[in-house]
């Protein structure tokens, strides 16, 4: 009887040890499935998690509130450079479009340019005299009234001077 006991216990540890390897092949296989191992990296810092997703490159805080865990994704500057690349690509095209369309113009030209400046005013064409614009002169009636003028605003602030100056020395 003895043998048949040590067969019974030893194929009964095998079966236990083959049971356990399937079964902890089975609960690791549950736990983080092929697909999903090491999608996410966490990192701690002082208010809960940094979460990196390693498919998609998002990164999230997350932290701990009163009912649970939150994660929020960060501003991907990344995106953004990618819609403002998108934006001036468009843009380009856009203009090429136009330059396409529009007139050529080449680079070089036939005729020498003048050795003048362009900026200088020539002689006054025949038209151009008759548009001279003259200004006249104040007759002699227009400066004595603009002497007059001063004179009265020369008197009218002399006389304020002196108003204020026997104000202050009537207070002191």
Do not use: H
């Given at each position: 009887?003895?043998?048949?006991?040590?067969?019974?216990?030893?194929?009964?540890?095998?079966?236990?040890?083959a049971?356990?390897?399937?079964?902890?092949?089975?609960?690791?296989?549950?736990?983080?499935?092929?697909?999903?191992?090491?999608?996410?990296?966490?990192?701690?810092?002082?208010?809960?998690?940094?979460?990196?997703?390693?498919?998609?490159?998002?990164?999230?805080?997350?932290?701990?509130?009163?009912?649970?865990?939150?994660?929020?994704?960060?501003?991907?500057?990344?995106?953004?450079l990618?819609?403002?690349i998108?934006?001036?690509?468009?843009?380009?095209?856009?203009?090429?479009?136009?330059?396409?369309?529009?007139?050529?113009?080449?680079?070089?030209?036939?005729?020498?340019?003048?050795?003048?400046?362009?900026?200088?005013?020539?002689?006054?064409k025949?038209?151009?005299?008759?548009?001279?614009?003259?200004?006249?002169?104040?007759?002699?009636q227009?400066?004595?009234?603009?002497?007059?003028?001063?004179?009265?605003?020369?008197?009218?602030l002399?006389?304020?001077?002196?108003?204020?100056?026997?104000?202050?020395?009537?207070?002191?």
């Open positions: 009887m003895r043998p048949a006991k040590s067969f019974t216990t030893s194929w009964c540890a095998a079966a236990i040890v049971v356990t390897t399937v079964s902890g092949t089975l609960v690791a296989a549950q736990s983080a499935p092929d697909g999903e191992n090491g999608r996410y990296s966490m990192t701690p810092i002082p208010d809960g998690v940094l979460r990196l997703d390693t498919r998609t490159g998002t990164v999230s805080t997350c932290t701990r509130n009163g009912i649970g865990w939150a994660c929020y994704a960060l501003p991907d500057e990344r995106s953004a990618d819609a403002e998108g934006r001036l690509q468009a843009e380009l095209e856009t203009l090429k479009g136009q330059l396409a369309a529009g007139p050529t113009v080449s680079g070089k030209i036939d005729e020498a340019l003048p050795k003048s400046d362009s900026l200088k005013k020539g002689e006054p025949a038209a151009e005299g008759d548009r001279k614009l003259e200004i006249p002169l104040p007759s002699d227009d400066m004595d009234r603009m002497m007059s003028f001063l004179e009265k605003a020369w008197r009218r002399i006389d304020m001077a002196n108003r204020v100056q026997k104000d202050v020395s009537g207070k002191i």
